[in-house]
Structures are given as structure tokens and as C-alpha cells.
């Protein structure tokens, strides 16, 4: 298991270097200059040369990455240019934000999506397969700024069930912080639910019709527990490779999510960075999210050898 993991972390290591070329050269083809905006309106030519010998601007472009790759392995991230904050700082504050909508989200898409794709393959062709077909085709096809919306405007604004945006800190009142963020993870969590439903069944679906199965049934135990032990246990990894992505994907793209509900996470965080040329944060932001890709992608893996023997063997 040791030279497995071993094995993936060396894989990654390049994949991540390559990463921060492409997000730094990309970063430079980005149209204006954070240090005009910095420098106020009169834009003094001495203060506009400070602040590029005080960021390093001046220096050639492969020195520049050397430097960020450099500060970048030591936990040094760069300085905000807007707020003059640590990079690290800003995304340690931003990050358990959009964490804990990622989790929440997910609670609702493996708890929705998981047992419909089971149900859905075990009664296929019946009724019951039909509508959890056009509920999860419903789910792809509903934007969620829309969705947003509608229930803000219903359960918020009509009914008042629940609080229409904003944030509390879960380690401050536990409580309201769920309630401030059942809605936007009900959101994001229908469209992930639609697409693990449609994994789910398809691998159900493959499982459903092996010789391991038949033998199952043959020996007459429980329908319930051919399927939940012998079936879905063997479907498990085409949907645990998904949910990986699927989390870290979260991470990455709740920008529209988070600007609806008005929550001060990473999302709102790249948003504002990206309008305000602050280049830093956002090198900072698209490092810090590849990485985190990598790190499910890798647990992911891990996760394969846990819950397959065989691979467990080879491993």
C-alpha cells in the first residue's frame, strides 16, 4: 500500500509543476496592470517604479516564476495587492467556507443521487426508473443561479424558513450556520445528485448481470443483501472516482453559488481577484485548487485499494 501511495505522490509531482507554469504564463497574457491600478490616479512614475522593484516585477519572467515557485514550496504565496495580506492568509480564511458548502452539497448529492441510481437499476424499465431518469435529467438541465433564486424567493422572501444569504462561522453558532447553508448546498448538491444517480445506475446496471450476482441469488440469500453487499460494493468504484471529482470540482466552481447567497467564500474570493487584477491571489487560488484535485484524485486511488482485493494484491 506504502510504494502504491508512494508511487502516486511521485506522478503528482510533475503534474503539479507543470500546473504552476501553465497558471503563471497564463496569468502574464491577462489584459492590464495591477501596478497602474495600485499606483491611485495621478499614477507618479516613482511610485509606480517602487512598487515593481517592491513586487519584483522588473525581474525577467522565468525569474519571476522561479521566485513564486521558490516562495511557493516554503508556504509563501505572494502579497495581495489590494489588501496587502498574505495570499496564504486570504485562502485560509476563504477556504473552510467553501469547504464546508463542498461537504454539505455532497451530503446531498450521495444521499439523494446514491439510493435513486440503486433503485433505478434494481426496478429498470418499471415507473419508479422512468422518474428518477427525468428527476436527474431535470437536475442537469436546471442552471443553478436559477434554482437560487426561486428559492430564495419562495422559502425566504414567501414562506421565511430560512435565511435568504449571508455566513456564520459553524464554530461560532453551529446551528445558524447550517441553516445559512442548507440552501446553496441544496443547489449545488441536485445537480451533482442528478449526475451521481446516472453513475450510479450504469454501474449498478453492469453488476446486476455478473456471475458473482446470480450465484448470490442462487444461494438464496436476501435480495437486499445482494444488492447492498454483493452489487453495490463492486459498484462502488467508478462512483467513488466520481465523487472525488465531484467535491473538488466544488471547491473550485461555486462561484455563481456563493455570489447568489452572498457567502464569503473562495468562489466570491476569485471573482473579486480576477476584477481587480490581483494577480497574487489569484495564482495563489488556481495552485491551491489543482493541488487539491490531485490530493482527492490520490485519495480516490487509495480508496480503489481499500475496496478492491485484487488491487489490494497488486498494490
Avoid: C
Amino acid at each position: 500500500m506504502l510504494s502504491f501511495i508512494l508511487r502516486r505522490v511521485l506522478i503528482a509531482i510533475p503534474t503539479i509543476l507543470l500546473i504552476s507554469v501553465f497558471v503563471f504564463s497564463l496569468q502574464k497574457l491577462l489584459p492590464g496592470d495591477p501596478i497602474l491600478a495600485m499606483a491611485g490616479e495621478e499614477r507618479d512614475p516613482e511610485v509606480i517604479e517602487f512598487l515593481r522593484e517592491k513586487y519584483r516585477l522588473n525581474d525577467p519572467v522565468p525569474v519571476q516564476y522561479l521566485n513564486w515557485v521558490g516562495n511557493a514550496l516554503q508556504g509563501d504565496l505572494g502579497i495581495s495587492l489590494r489588501t496587502n495580506q498574505p495570499v496564504l492568509e486570504l485562502i485560509g480564511e476563504k477556504l473552510p467556507v467553501t469547504i464546508q458548502l463542498a461537504a454539505m452539497a455532497m451530503i446531498f448529492a450521495m444521499g439523494i443521487g446514491i439510493p435513486a441510481g440503486i433503485l433505478s437499476a434494481v426496478r429498470k424499465g418499471t415507473m419508479t426508473d422512468y422518474i428518477a431518469n427525468i428527476v436527474a435529467l431535470s437536475g442537469l438541465s436546471i442552471p443553478n443561479f436559477w434554482l437560487g433564486i426561486m428559492l430564495i424567493l419562495l422559502v425566504s422572501v414567501k414562506w421565511q424558513l430560512l435565511p435568504a444569504s449571508g455566513y456564520v462561522p459553524f464554530a461560532e453558532d453551529p446551528w445558524r450556520s447550517i441553516q445559512v447553508m442548507l440552501m446553496p448546498a441544496f443547489v449545488l448538491g441536485t445537480a451533482l445528485a442528478a449526475t451521481l444517480m446516472r453513475h450510479t445506475r450504469s454501474a449498478m446496471l453492469t453488476v446486476l448481470t455478473s456471475d458473482y450476482v446470480r450465484t448470490a441469488r442462487a444461494k438464496g440469500l436476501s435480495e437486499r443483501k445482494v444488492i447492498l453487499k454483493h452489487a453495490f460494493r463492486n459498484a462502488l468504484t467508478p462512483i467513488v472516482t466520481l465523487s472525488a471529482l465531484l467535491f473538488g470540482e466544488l471547491i473550485a466552481g461555486a462561484v455563481l453559488t456563493e455570489q447568489i447567497f452572498t457567502i464569503p467564500g473562495f468562489g466570491k474570493m476569485v471573482v473579486d481577484a480576477v476584477f481587480n487584477r490581483d494577480y497574487a491571489v489569484v495564482q495563489g487560488i488556481v495552485l491551491v485548487t489543482a493541488v487539491g484535485f490531485i490530493v482527492m484524485n490520490l485519495l480516490a486511488d487509495v480508496a480503489y485499494v481499500l475496496l478492491n482485493p485484487r488491487l489490494r494484491n497488486e498494490a
